[in-house]
């Protein structure tokens, strides 16, 4: 798929800024509101821009604790522990990795006490899992969503 400057242009104002109009949009570019709208649901129909989201900063939100978790799995459960882990509300995100471990996983707890029992109670209660490990964020330096071009 290839992808003009325009097209990189209005990518990377909406990754800084999801709520620019289309008018503040087309004036950034150049283009007309028209123009840019089209341009915008073209790359919507083509699966570029999945969709348009907020960003929330989770301590600010009471969600005080975030961790990284390392899970492997026994490789007929992964689709079935994947998908139950996924469907769990303290969970942000979760990959399947190569390397020697199957998933990776970040979990946003509100604290120390509800991190364990999510360890305990949600996690190693998950039958196929077969080692876990897992690293507590203690400062934040950086983070980003979206693809920076």
């Given at each position: 798929?290839?992808?003009?400057?325009?097209?990189?242009?209005?990518?990377q104002?909406l990754v800084?800024?999801?709520?620019?109009?289309?008018?503040?949009?087309?004036e950034?570019?150049g283009?007309?509101?028209?123009?840019?709208?089209?341009?915008?649901?073209?790359?919507?129909?083509?699966?570029?821009?999945?969709?348009f989201?907020?960003?929330?900063?989770s301590?600010?939100?009471?969600?005080n604790i975030?961790a990284?978790?390392e899970v492997?799995?026994?490789?007929?459960k992964?689709?079935?522990?994947?998908q139950?882990?996924?469907?769990?509300?303290?969970?942000?995100?979760?990959y399947q990795?190569?390397?020697?471990?199957t998933?990776?996983?970040?979990?946003?707890v509100?604290?120390?006490?509800?991190l364990?029992?999510?360890?305990?109670?949600?996690?190693?209660?998950?039958?196929?899992?077969?080692?876990?490990?897992?690293?507590?964020?203690?400062?934040?330096?950086k983070?980003?969503?979206?693809?920076?071009?």
């Amino acid at each position: 798929m290839e992808f003009d400057q325009i097209d990189k242009l209005l990518i990377q104002e909406l990754v800084e800024d999801g709520r620019l109009s289309y008018v503040e949009l087309a004036e950034k570019v150049g283009l007309s509101r028209v123009a840019v709208k089209d341009r915008i649901n073209n790359l919507k129909n083509k699966g570029v821009i999945e969709k348009f989201t907020v960003v929330v900063n989770s301590e600010k939100f009471g969600q005080n604790i975030s961790a990284f978790f390392e899970v492997d799995v026994e490789p007929m459960k992964l689709q079935e522990v994947a998908q139950n882990l996924a469907d769990n509300t303290n969970v942000a995100s979760i990959y399947q990795m190569t390397g020697p471990s199957t998933l990776h996983m970040h979990v946003l707890v509100e604290d120390f006490r509800m991190l364990e029992s999510f360890i305990n109670e949600e996690l190693y209660s998950v039958k196929g899992i077969t080692r876990v490990e897992s690293s507590i964020i203690l400062k934040r330096f950086k983070s980003r969503n979206g693809y920076k071009l």
